[in-house]
């Protein structure tokens, strides 16, 4: 399986902007589908946003439309989330996860076969 490690969180204010990256290692980086999920302080972890192995097809969550951006670049085995307009309902501890089933992303499923460590993403008024 392939191993995560995401980076970038911190703390932004609201309607600032803040860019994660995940870095993969361990596995064949573009066999792999990419997503972005996140859970906040007693609530379940979401589904944020994917993106399939090739980088062409991408997925959001109806809540980041037109704030988050998804992308990766298989040749540094890198996969990045670009968040915009932040609110504070993003607050939350932010994931990046790997699998090879395409309908984990496409059904915007929570449960996928590698995870990061997360990297917590505070959104202050």
């Known amino acids: 399986q392939v191993q995560l490690v995401e980076s970038g969180g911190g703390l932004v204010q609201a309607g600032g902007s803040l860019r994660l990256s995940c870095a993969a290692s361990?596995?064949?980086?573009?066999?792999?589908?990419m997503a972005w999920l996140r859970q906040a302080p007693g609530k379940a972890r979401e589904f944020v946003a994917g993106i399939g192995f090739r980088g062409s097809n991408t997925y959001y969550a109806d809540f980041v439309k037109g704030r988050f951006t998804i992308s990766r670049d298989n040749a540094k085995n890198m996969v990045y989330l670009q968040m915009d307009s932040l609110k504070l309902d993003d607050t939350a501890v932010y994931y990046c996860?790997?699998?090879?089933?395409?309908?984990?992303?496409?059904?915007?499923?929570?449960?996928?076969?590698?995870w990061g460590q997360g990297t917590q993403v505070t959104v202050s008024s």
């Open positions: 996860a790997a699998d090879r089933d395409l309908f984990r992303i496409i059904e915007r499923r929570t449960n996928f076969g590698s």
């Open positions: 361990g596995g064949t980086f573009s066999n792999y589908h």
